[in-house]
């Protein structure tokens, strides 16, 4: 692995127009719309959003409704779309997300990353400096964060009408979730929470797939199959990895369990951001074939498996670099099959810059990031997910990687 960390080292391998607007409303008919949904709005603690703007909005939207052709289906939706990226560990999301923060499209998008387990490190992953990025590692997106996502979305709102300090007037939302969200429960917030509906729209839901270890992932849990399943787009990543054999039995298994959604052939999470951006492919119907009980807010039980964890590894010390180099060929050897993704930003001895891996079982990919900002705490920290990990002997051997200089000073 001697090789793996220079400046030519392998590239990551990672990865409203309301229906109830009935068209020829009178005045009586949108004051007390207009009220309906100020109402609603107190109901759900927004204390924060503007009245002014809301008002401003929704006169907009009526407007937009009522101008020109009576034809709905030729009517602009006004609300803020929202795309969902989801598939499971390592396939890809957090590469594909930062395609699109950096794709010339003029959008703002305002991002929020979910990551399994109590330290995340997507969010130090990500390109996109004048974006919205927004953390969400508290739990599972799908379960115990599901009202923090409410909060979040109002939130947002509010910093898009509000004219405070803190505004920040952006075009749309991405959510990228966890490798193990079921990508249901996401879907229903936005569709079942009666003001985010007024507000939110759905664009898509695009789910990557590990074109290398999707015959893996497919058959460890039900996460993988329903993110699948609740696809509108679907990218078969990696598939330069595969031969056309084993691309095109993989293509037919998930033909089989998604017939509508079309599937593009990305590589590193690579395409023209016409197909999944601004898509208005989000099926409804197909969704409640599905999971006829979508539209029904209920509580989501929905419990991990229990063998699957989170290990975080971090320290402020530089970190040796044969030792590190070492440590993780020990880690690929013994330990890949357990390890369905992993990815990390390590603070070499004696190097300016930042030194990012990230991996999926045995593929791993390493390269020199940018420089340590002066102001920046010069930090190791590695997040590992996988099931049945030993911890302690990833510390000790992580606690190994010290750079002896700073050991003897300590």
Known sequence: MNNRCNDDSTEWISECNDSRFAMGCNDDDLAMERNERK?????????????????????????????????????????IPVTIVTGFLGAGKTTLLNHLLTSDHGQKIAVIVNEFGEVGIDHELIIGAEDEIIEMNNGCICCTVRGDLVKIALQLLDRKFGMNERAYHFDRIVIETTGLADPGPVIQTFLAEDLLAQFFKMDAVITLVDACHAHLH????????????????????????????????????????????PIYHTCQSTLDIRYVLDVNAFDLSHKLDI??????????HHHHEDHVRSIVLQDERPMHLQKINQFMDEWLINHAEDTYRYKGIIHVDQVDRRVVFQGVHMMLGINTDRNWRDDELRLTRIVIIGKNLDEVWFQQRFADCIAESTESAL
Not at 41 to 48: G, K, M, T
Request: charged share 25%; aromatic share 2%; glycine share 2%.
């Open 39 to 79: 109402q609603q709005a107190n109901e759900h603690d927004v204390d924060q959003l503007i009245e002014h703007d809301i008002d401003q909005w929704i006169e907009h939207e009526v407007d937009q409704s009522m101008m020109g052709s009576r034809n709905a289906d030729e009517i602009d939706d006004p609300r």
């Open 218 to 261: 497919l058959h460890q849990g039900p996460e993988a199959q329903a993110q699948i399943a609740f696809a509108d787009i679907l990218l078969l990543n990696k598939s330069d990895l595969v031969n056309m054999e084993q691309l095109t039995a993989l293509e037919a298994r998930l033909r089989h369990m998604n017939v509508s959604a």
């Open 291 to 300: 999971r006829p009980n979508l539209l029904h807010a209920h509580h989501h």
